[in-house]
């Protein structure tokens, strides 16, 4: 069994700073891409930011420069710093894992909800 268990999420002002971790565990092994997606009521699944394994990043627009993803491989755990939120940013926040021989598995998380008061 692989699980990947999302934590950190809470209520914020706007302005404020959250750190949401996602740690994989159980059988999973050379975990490739980490990606960390929300998704907001009524609205589509946004993908938020990603990580390779060799440590590139990419951002959507609407977090660059105030979200980092980061990862500790050793612990199979993903970041999200996210700083200067907004309430626009509030949704629920799931990460995602590419992980086996071949990197083709993926495992999601049960999500974490992040609500930015105004």
Do not use: H
């Not at 612990?75 to 939120?85: C, E, G, I, P, R």
């Amino acid at each position: 069994q692989v699980q990947l268990v999302e934590s950190g999420g809470g209520l914020v002002q706007a302005g404020g700073s959250l750190r949401l971790s996602c740690a994989a565990s159980g059988s999973i092994f050379n975990i490739g891409t980490m990606v960390w997606y929300r998704q907001a009521p009524g609205r589509q699944r946004e993908l938020v930011a990603t990580t390779t394994s060799g440590g590139n990043t990419n951002y959507a627009d609407s977090v660059k420069g105030r979200f980092t993803i980061s990862r500790d491989n050793a612990k199979n755990t993903v970041y999200l710093q996210m700083n200067s939120l907004k309430p626009e940013d509030t949704a629920v926040y799931y990460c995602s894992a590419s992980w086996g021989i071949f990197q083709t598995r993926e495992n999601w998380g049960q999500g974490t909800q992040v609500t930015v008061s105004p």
